[in-house]
T-cell receptor
């Protein structure tokens, strides 16, 4: 049962344009969401996060939007740069007492072309 | 400040063997989680350790086990290896479990190949 879904396995965007990566979740207990970026042969790198009490969080070129009623979040990258080409994972967390775990989507491979 | 260190980086094992992977978290971090990454499956949670105690466990068979030491370093062990265990095993550390700031910092992973 995939509780976090990234339905687009890949996305290609021209340099300078906006990249929009989408993520849907099914578990209403999730209350913290994160985006990670992963280059080949490296571990995922934390990019940006959002708490369920917010609907938007911005950090430089990266903005994450959360729509709780639709159980949907998206990552916007503006403007897209070639160095942004990587696999992006959406992750969600639900606090379970003193422990928490991240549930990841299957990733979206972003290719930023010149 | 050193990042998360995983050893070894690459490993080739034969079916039926067992393997132990090591993870040293960022200094001061007390929570260590393990994930398995396979093509098409994304990152799947294996288990989380905090203060030497397993706090959370994913849906993996009992052949997968782990432990955490008093210095927060963690090891995971896979016994009776199967071909399907071939994957990138990632370790992540975070300051503590159950806090709002749950950003996890990942190591580069151990690429395990079972032949």
């Amino acid at each position: 049962d995939q509780q976090v879904k990234q339905n687009s396995p890949s996305l290609s965007v021209q340099e300078g344009r906006i990249s929009i990566l989408n993520c849907d979740y099914t578990n209403s207990m999730f209350d913290y969401f994160l985006w990670y970026k992963k280059y080949p042969a490296e571990g995922p790198t934390f990019l940006i996060s959002i708490s369920s009490i917010k609907d938007k969080n911005e950090d430089g070129r990266f903005t994450v939007f959360l729509n709780k009623s639709a159980k949907h979040l998206s990552l916007h990258i503006v403007p897209s740069q070639p160095g942004d080409s990587a696999v992006y994972f959406c992750a969600a967390s639900a606090f379970t007492g003193t422990a928490s775990k991240l549930t990841f989507g299957t990733g979206t491979r972003l290719q930023v072309t010149l | 400040k050193a990042g998360v260190t995983q050893t070894p980086r690459y490993l080739i094992k034969t079916r039926g063997q067992q393997v132990t992977l090591s993870c040293s978290p960022i200094s001061g971090h007390r929570s260590v989680s393990w994930y398995q990454q396979t093509p098409g499956q994304g990152l799947q949670f294996l288990f989380e350790y905090f203060s030497e105690t397993q706090r959370n466990k994913g849906n993996f068979p009992g052949r997968f086990s782990g432990r955490q030491f008093s210095n927060s370093r963690s090891e995971m062990n896979v016994s009776t290896l199967e071909l399907g265990d071939s994957a990138l095993y990632l370790c992540a550390s975070s300051l503590a479990a159950g806090q709002l700031n749950t950003e996890a910092f990942f190591g580069q992973g151990t690429r395990l190949t079972v032949v």
